[in-house]
Each structure stands twice: as C-alpha cells, then as structure tokens.
Nanobody, 115 residues
C-alpha cells in the first residue's frame, strides 16, 4: 500500500503563488508517473500536470507558462509550483501517483484564489 500526504494549499490573491507538495510513503516498489489533478465545484476532475520518472512533463493548456511540476525521486515527492494564479484556478487539487501498476490519490488540497 502507498499513502500520499499533500500539503501547501490555501488562500491566495490573484497573481499570487502557491506550492503544493505530495509525499508518498509505505510499501513502494516502483513509482511511475506522478501528477496533479483538480476539481472545481460542479465540475469534473481534470488533469493539471503530469511528470514521468525521467522528468518528461505534460500540462493542461491553461497551466502552461504559469505552473511547474517537478519531482524528487529520492524522496518520492511531487511538487506543483503555481504562479500568476487566477480565480478560475480555485479548486481542490489532488496528487496522483502510479505505483505497482495502480493509481493512488492524495487527500486533496483546497486552493482558493480570491481578493
């Protein structure tokens, strides 16, 4: 089993920055792709960014140029640096880790962008 613990959410003004972290622990045989998804009220969960074990990345179009995903394989941790935040970025952000052939989800972190 793999446990994911997220941190770093909160309230920020438009144009501000936040950094999310997600640390994996437990019986970890092999971690593959790590990523961040988000779900706004009344909307479906959507992909924000993913990163492969070797560092290849892919982003939702609206995140390109503002968000940066990174990972530390030694710490089994994935990060999401979010800059130039907009009110439409408000959502619960979930980390996702592929390990041992199955997906695991974090508990969710609320990100609210408001003045």
């Amino acid at each position: 089993q793999v446990q994911l613990v997220e941190s770093g959410g909160g309230l920020v003004q438009p144009g501000g920055s936040l950094r999310l972290s997600c640390a994996a622990s437990g019986t970890i045989l092999s971690i593959g792709v790590m990523g961040w998804y988000r779900q706004a009220p009344g909307k479906q969960r959507e992909l924000v960014a993913v990163i492969s074990r070797l560092g290849g990345t892919n982003y939702k179009d609206s995140a390109k140029g503002r968000f940066t995903i990174s990972r530390d394989n030694a710490k089994n941790t994935v990060y999401l640096q979010m800059n130039s935040l907009k009110p439409e970025d408000t959502a619960v952000y979930y980390c996702n880790v592929q390990a041992g052939g199955r997906p695991y989800w974090g508990q969710g972190s609320q990100v609210t962008v408001s003045s």
